[in-house]
């Protein structure tokens, strides 16, 4: 099998909610809040078999997971392990948060660490990262809502196609932000 094969991947990372979910569904809370925590980490074991290592969101996700699973089952409440992908969320548009004050593009790092070609100005990179954070600041006040006010069934949606969906079409409005940014920059 080839290690740094990742297609199934995203599919890996559905384990847990949808688990959560089932069990919530059919058993007590205890019983899918176990379920979460056990999975999730099965998550980690299946993308270090498939890909040879573990990303660092990947601990990140895992780490929440576990840590507001234990937080759920001491306070017999399962909001606190549905607000995980909030709490992605707010971690990562913090990092970004945090990389653009010191005036780096994670884009544009990575892009110099691989040696590759730059192939927009670096100002677009930088834009389009603060884009991202303020899509992950909202998708993450959503998520909040949806983990304190709504089902779980429509916490998963949101969790998993939802956010793929909602990732989708902000990209295409990006595209044409960065088109008619780069326009700009020409003239």
Same mark, same amino acid.
């Given at each position: ?25 059919? #058993?007590? *809370?205890?019983?899918? @809040?176990? $379920?979460?925590?056990?999975? %999730?980490? +099965? ?37 606190? #392990?549905? *607000?995980?992908?909030? @709490?992605? $969320?707010?971690?990562?548009? %913090?990092? +970004? ?37 303020? #899509? ?52």
């Amino acid at each position: 099998m080839n290690k740094s094969s990742s297609a199934p991947y995203f599919l890996l990372s559905f384990i847990p909610a949808v688990a959560y979910w089932l069990l919530e569904t059919y #058993f007590t *809370l205890e019983v899918a @809040l176990i $379920g979460g925590i056990v999975l %999730g980490v +099965l998550e980690m074991i299946l993308e270090k078999k498939f890909t040879g290592h573990v990303h660092t969101l990947s601990k990140l996700n895992i780490a929440l997971v576990v840590g507001l699973g234990v937080i759920s089952l001491i306070a017999r409440e399962g909001i606190w #392990f549905k *607000l995980q992908p909030t @709490l992605t $969320g707010v971690c990562i548009s %913090g990092f +970004l948060m945090f990389k653009k004050y010191q005036g780096h593009s994670i884009m544009l790092d990575m892009l110099k660490d691989m040696n590759q070609k730059v192939p927009l100005p670096p100002e677009a990179y930088k834009k389009l990262e603060w884009h991202m954070c303020l #899509f992950l600041i909202g998708f993450s006040i959503w998520m909040a809502h949806i983990a304190l006010h709504e089902t779980t069934a429509t916490w998963l949606f949101w969790k998993t196609g939802g956010f793929y969906l909602a990732f989708g079409i902000f990209m295409v409005v990006e595209m044409l932000i960065l088109r008619f940014y780069l326009k700009g920059l020409r003239k």
